[in-house]
């Protein structure tokens, strides 16, 4: 199982240009997630989905956009890329919600790494 | 609002020793608690998860507590390994609305050979 996979692992944006951020999962998940993990602070969740056409914002969506065409694939789009977008982006996916009592866990991608100049 | 705090923010102990990391919570109304293990310049592994009805949960050398009633979490390494060495972070659910996990800033344990 490849779990989470995450595309562009490193990527180089100027200000304002545009850009996606793959992520795909193979565990047939409902539930996926996109964060933010600025230096030195916790991980903050941008956008979610609770399955195939179906997404929500999380704490800090703007000037990002997402969709969920198919249950594997949740890309992430910036548009007009600023320097307080640079950031690492995470991707993570769960079977169900983080309420649930069953305990299921959450995968994450290993990240991409976006610099925004 | 809900708000996780970890201290330290880093820790460095000799290989072999015993130690807490230590995760505080603002809002006592969780479902769960979450303890994760982040390598550098990679993603977040899952270590152990304990629900809101539970004390504890424990995972070979890691044992993680939850008191409620402080708002407090533990996680207690035993015998530590230089393999240890990564970053701690700690997350808990919101009680209501988006389907969102509050992270900790992390405690970043370094063990040394």
């Known amino acids: 199982n490849a779990g989470v996979t995450q595309t562009p692992k490193f990527r180089i944006l100027k200000i304002g240009q545009s850009m996606t951020l793959q992520c795909t999962q193979d565990m047939n998940h409902n539930y996926m997630y996109w964060y933010r993990q600025d230096p030195g602070m916790g991980l903050k969740l941008i956008y979610y989905?609770?399955?195939?056409?179906?997404?929500d914002k999380g704490e800090v969506p703007n000037g990002y956009n997402v969709s969920r065409s198919t249950t594997e694939d949740f890309p992430l789009r910036l548009e007009l890329a600023a320097p307080s977008q640079t950031s690492v982006y995470f991707c993570?996916?769960?079977?169900?919600?983080?309420?649930?009592?069953?305990?299921?866990?959450?995968?994450f991608g290993e990240g991409s790494w976006l610099t925004v100049v | 609002k809900q708000e996780v705090t970890q201290i330290p923010a880093a820790l460095s102990v000799p290989e072999g020793e015993n130690l807490v990391l230590n995760c505080s919570f603002t809002d006592s109304a969780i479902y769960n608690l979450q303890w994760f293990r982040q390598d550098p310049g990679k993603g977040l592994t899952s270590l152990l998860l304990i629900q809101s009805s539970q004390r504890e949960q424990t995972s070979g050398r890691l044992n993680a507590s939850l008191d409620k009633s402080s708002g407090r979490s533990t996680l207690y390494i035993a015998a530590s390994q230089p393999g240890d060495s990564a970053t701690y972070l700690c997350?808990?659910?919101?009680?209501?609305?988006?389907?969102?996990?509050?992270f900790g800033t992390g405690t970043r344990l370094t063990v040394i050979p």
């Open positions: 993570a996916s769960r079977h169900e919600g983080h309420r649930s009592s069953s305990g299921n866990t959450i995968y």
């Open positions: 997350a808990v659910p919101l009680p209501s609305g988006a389907n969102n996990l509050f």
């Open positions: 989905s609770v399955g195939a056409g179906i997404t």
